[in-house]
């Protein structure tokens, strides 16, 4: 049994601190031995974590060059970016790809553009003739403001063009909605949230039919670990086992926490704002994982896979001082996502409707 180091770029994020756990249990399982390097700017809960379980952690910051050139120069089987972004990210890589055995860069599902240039954080969504494959068209490269709608789905392409033409062993993955333990935009907190808040109903546009791909990060992790033995240049879509409706991941949620709403399904004649879920979409955005499924690789399911992100939502909210807030409330994302008020209107006059 031989030792082989990892290191984790952003890893102690959602993604990157499952692709540790991941790799650390293998070596509990009597698999090969990882010595896993987690590197982030700070420390924090999940650093400790991480380290109790073996892992060593590294404050950095992953765009100081110095930090890549002492974790890299000496080699390593597997590098593992997760929060690289831009062509220059990219580039500060480069350098050291010779010296590690199988590097993945984590990108993503906005990168596609369908027939008519839209892609999946354009105003108007995309319209796909089926599932996506990584042979969709992309965005063009850019490098423009990777935080920007039209930004951040250029700037991943020109870093996957910089990684991929560099000719070194670089596996590309493509996840869409991730999910997980320590995901800093936690999706499934609009559920949670709510039935934490008491509330009897749950208002859903288009009948909750909407459907964007799932992916757990655990999912994501399983995939690297694979990649890490097969090294090869080559892109991959990673995303759940099927891609379930938001009626779906709802009801898969609130059954978790034993939590029973009453479901509003609206239809196209509803107040235009409420409604909109995270998961909410005019037409289906679905991955293909035929490729990654062809290198052996299985996907969990959203409904098995989810559930230790549930109970992290309920713990960590539980933590939460009276006067505070959950980590990741400062996110404009959720900004009138919980604003009720707009919501019991709706029922209100959706009530008095009825009656007429």
Known sequence: ???????????????????????????????????VDVVARRGG???????????????????????????????????????????????QLAPF????????????????????????????????????????????????????????GAAKVAAEQVLLDHGAPVTVLRPSKVHGVGIGRPREWFVVRRALDGRERILLADHGRGVDHTTAASGIASLVRLVADAPDRRILNVADDTAPSVLEIVRTIAGHLDHAFDEVLLDEGAP?????????????????????????????AFATAVRPELDWLVETAHAVPADGDVPWAADPFWDRLFDYGPEDAALALLSLSHRG
Do not use: C
């Not at 404050?59 to 110095?66: F, H, L, N, V």
């Open 97 to 152: 790809l010779d010296d590690v055995g199988s590097t993945v860069f984590v990108s993503s599902k906005a990168v596609y553009a369908d027939e008519q240039g839209r892609h999946a954080n354009s105003v108007d969504r995309p319209v796909f003739g089926g599932a996506v494959t990584e042979l969709t068209p992309t965005v063009a490269a850019g490098d423009g403001d990777p935080t920007a709608r039209d930004g951040y």
């Open 272 to 300: 235009a704002f409420v409604g909109t879920t995270p998961w909410s979409s005019p037409t289906p955005f679905v991955l293909d994982t035929t490729a990654a499924r062809s290198l052996g690789w299985e996907p969990p």
């Open 45 to 91: 809960p999940m650093a400790d974590i991480l380290t109790a379980a073996g892992a060593t952690f590294v404050p950095g910051d992953r765009r100081d060059s110095t930090v890549l050139r002492d974790l890299l120069r000496p080699g390593a089987d597997l590098l593992v970016d997760t929060v690289g972004l831009t062509r220059d990210d990219a580039r």
């Open 1 to 35: 049994m031989s030792t082989r180091r990892a290191v984790v770029l952003g890893g102690t994020g959602g993604i990157g601190s499952a692709v540790a756990r991941e790799l650390l249990d293998v070596s509990g399982r009597g698999g090969d031995d990882w010595q």
